[in-house]
Nanobody, 123 residues
Framework: VQLQASGGGLVQAGESLRLSCTAS????????AGWFRQAPGKDREFVGA???????VYSDSAKGRFSISRDKAKKTVYLQTNSLKDGDTAVYYC??????????????????WGQGTQVTVSS
């Protein structure tokens, strides 16, 4: 099983990035997909997730600025990040889980992880 995250980069505050997570080795459409991030010196935190049925859940910091979608045919989940701020600077990770919705915010419930992609927001 492999999850490949990509799309990170260096952007100015207020700009946007679209991160991608492509899976191989599992039937990704049957899994919930989550996005987490970890800033230097901080714990990994939940950003948002999309269930295998297409429902989305977001953290308070992501709500209204970020959106998650998936293309089942391409085995890919996307994280569209808009109006980026300094505080969004982190390594962003995608992960896959079959946990029920109530557990979707907790990284311990995810069994498969991508390698992370760096997002740096410059002001």
């Amino acid at each position: 099983v492999q999850l490949q995250a990509s799309g990170g980069g260096l952007v100015q505050a207020g700009e946007s990035l679209r991160l991608s997570c492509t899976a191989s080795g599992l039937t990704f459409s049957n899994y919930n997909a989550g996005w987490f991030r970890q800033a230097p010196g901080k714990d990994r935190e939940f950003v948002g997730a999309i269930t295998w049925t297409g429902n989305t859940v977001y953290s308070d910091s992501a709500k209204g600025r970020f959106s998650i979608s998936r293309d089942k045919a391409k085995k890919t989940v996307y994280l569209q990040t808009n109006s980026l701020k300094d505080g969004d600077t982190a390594v962003y990770y995608c992960a896959a889980s079959r946990v029920v919705l109530s557990g979707i915010r907790y990284d311990s419930n995810y069994g498969f992880w991508g390698q992370g992609t760096q997002v740096t927001v410059s002001s």
